[in-house]
């Protein structure tokens, strides 16, 4: 049974930095693609940014330069490393996997970012 845990979120002042964190189980990180999607109040879901078990990584454009995904494959867990932080950024930042093989999504219950001074 796979099952994603997000922490990590909280509340930020404009230009502050974050780390979420995703805990991984029941699956093997290699057959997936990672990725970190969000919801802003009123918004569609949106991708943050993904990695793939190559390495390869994407951005949306508002956030190149200022987060950075990655793993840490023996702890099975996903991070997003948040710089610079601006209101906009506030969302509830989701953790998602995605089998390769299948497409099957697998989503987290996410966790709350607000940016506000």
């Known amino acids: 049974q796979v099952q994603l845990v997000e922490s990590g979120g909280g509340l930020v002042q404009p230009g502050g930095s974050l780390r979420l964190s995703c805990a991984a189980s029941g699956i093997i990180f290699s057959l997936y693609v990672l990725g970190w999607y969000r919801q802003a109040p009123g918004e569609q879901r949106e991708l943050v940014a993904t990695i793939s078990s190559g390495g390869r990584l994407n951005y949306v454009d508002s956030v190149k330069g200022r987060f950075t995904i990655s793993t840490d494959n023996a702890k099975n867990t996903l991070y997003l490393q948040m710089n610079s932080l601006k209101p906009e950024d506030t969302a509830v930042y989701y953790c998602?996997?995605?089998?390769?093989?299948?497409?099957?999504?697998?989503w987290g219950k996410g966790t709350l970012v607000t940016v506000s001074s």
């Open positions: 998602n996997v995605r089998r390769i093989a299948t497409a099957t999504n697998y």
